[in-house]
């Protein structure tokens, strides 16, 4: 079956950039997504990419796709201590049933 | 309304009681979807809709578990028997389409609690 992958854990400085990862096996995944998740809340989306794209852009947030590799990155520019939770990447085919990632916690230290 | 609302937000129920869960989806929306979120983050999918019409059930444990969309009322997911593995967060998602790119929204999630 699918699987998408993420490291458990990062940990910046404030204003530093952050750049979380994640991997996916699934060839036919047509659109990918990030979602954040601050403690005892539900999924905030962040933003998405079409698997055609390489690249997207909004405000602080960058999305880069590679999809030879299958590998798909979140950069956060000038993180902030509200940017700390956990950071969930998701793909999804036509189907359109999301597979998740299992998260990756971002820690900002002031 | 604009978000997507669920509720009760804390349900505790004894082992073996029976559990209902409610969301109101997005207005508008065509398509919802219900997840389990487990202990480690772990996000399961269990059933999708397409107005009041199962879209994908196989993610749904077929004993215990089922839900409705009926018209005019909210989705519901009701656990029958309820086991101490059912405890963790249920959420219930949205989306315009059923179809990629138009993305799913969530709402804050029913975590129920089996004692």
């Known amino acids: 079956g699918e699987d998408v992958e993420q490291s458990l854990f990062l940990s910046v400085r404030e204003g530093d950039s952050s750049v979380i990862n994640c991997t996916y096996t699934?060839?036919?995944?047509?659109?990918l997504y990030w979602y954040k998740q601050e403690p005892g809340a539900g999924l905030q989306l962040l933003t998405y990419?079409?698997?055609?794209?390489d690249m997207k852009q909004d405000q602080r947030l960058t999305v880069l796709l590679n999809k030879k590799d299958k590998h798909l990155s979140l950069r956060i520019a000038d993180t902030q201590t509200g940017d700390s939770a956990i950071y969930f990447c998701?793909?999804?085919?036509?189907?359109?049933?999301?597979?998740f990632g299992g998260g990756t916690r971002l820690m900002v230290k002031p | 309304g604009e978000e997507v609302a669920q509720t009760p937000k804390h349900l505790v129920r004894g082992e073996g009681q029976k559990a209902k869960l409610y969301c109101a989806p997005i207005?508008?929306?065509?398509?919802v979807f219900w997840y389990q979120q487990v202990l480690k983050n772990e996000f399961k999918f269990l059933i999708s809709?397409?107005?009041?019409?199962?879209?994908?059930e196989t993610g749904m444990p077929k004993e215990r578990f089922s839900a409705k969309c009926l018209p005019n009322s909210p989705c519901s997911l009701e656990i029958q028997a309820t086991k101490l593995e059912d405890s963790a967060v249920y959420f219930c998602?949205?989306?315009?389409?059923?179809?990629?790119?138009?993305?799913?929204?969530f709402g804050d999630g029913t975590r129920l609690s089996i004692l």
């Open positions: 998602a949205s989306s315009l389409l059923g179809q990629g790119g138009q993305p799913q929204h």
């Open positions: 699934d060839s036919s995944s047509t659109y």
């Open positions: 990419i079409f698997s055609n794209m």
């Open positions: 998701a793909e999804t085919e036509v189907g359109n049933m999301l597979t």
């Open positions: 207005k508008g929306h065509s398509y």
């Open positions: 809709f397409q107005n009041e019409n199962v879209f994908d």
